[in-house]
Nanobody
Framework: VQLVESGGGLVQPGGSLRLSCAASGYTFTNYYMSWVRQAPGKGLEWVSDINSGGDNTYYADSVKGRFTISRDNARNTLYLQMNSLKPEDTALYYC??????????????WGQGTQVTVSS
């Protein structure tokens, strides 16, 4: 199993970025996928989940209305469209394969992370 994120970078407040996560080594359509982030000096924070078919999505309150998770099952790729970015969105963003979502999530594979920095 391999998860490879891309698309991070430096953006000004109010700007947008789209993160991608290319999955390989397993049947992508069998699993929920998630985005999780870690801000400097802080713990992991769940950002968003998407079900295997891509028709159910879930968001942390901190990103709801600004971020959109999606997936292209034909390309085995997960996305996170991030709009109206704020300095507090600065973090290392990971995609993860989910075994369980909800209050006590369980992830069994993670990508290496892609850095998002929001600063003027």
């Amino acid at each position: 199993v391999q998860l490879v994120e891309s698309g991070g970078g430096l953006v000004q407040p109010g700007g947008s970025l789209r993160l991608s996560c290319a999955a390989s080594g397993y049947t992508f359509t069998n699993y929920y996928m998630s985005w999780v982030r870690q801000a400097p000096g802080k713990g992991l924070e769940w950002v968003s989940d998407i079900n295997s078919g891509g028709d159910n999505t879930y968001y942390a309150d901190s990103v709801k209305g600004r971020f959109t998770i999606s997936r292209d099952n034909a390309r085995n790729t997960l996305y996170l469209q991030m709009n109206s970015l704020k300095p507090e969105d600065t973090a290392l963003y990971y995609c993860a394969r989910s075994l369980r979502v909800g209050a006590r999530p369980v992830y069994d594979y993670w990508g290496q992370g892609t850095q998002v920095t929001v600063s003027s």
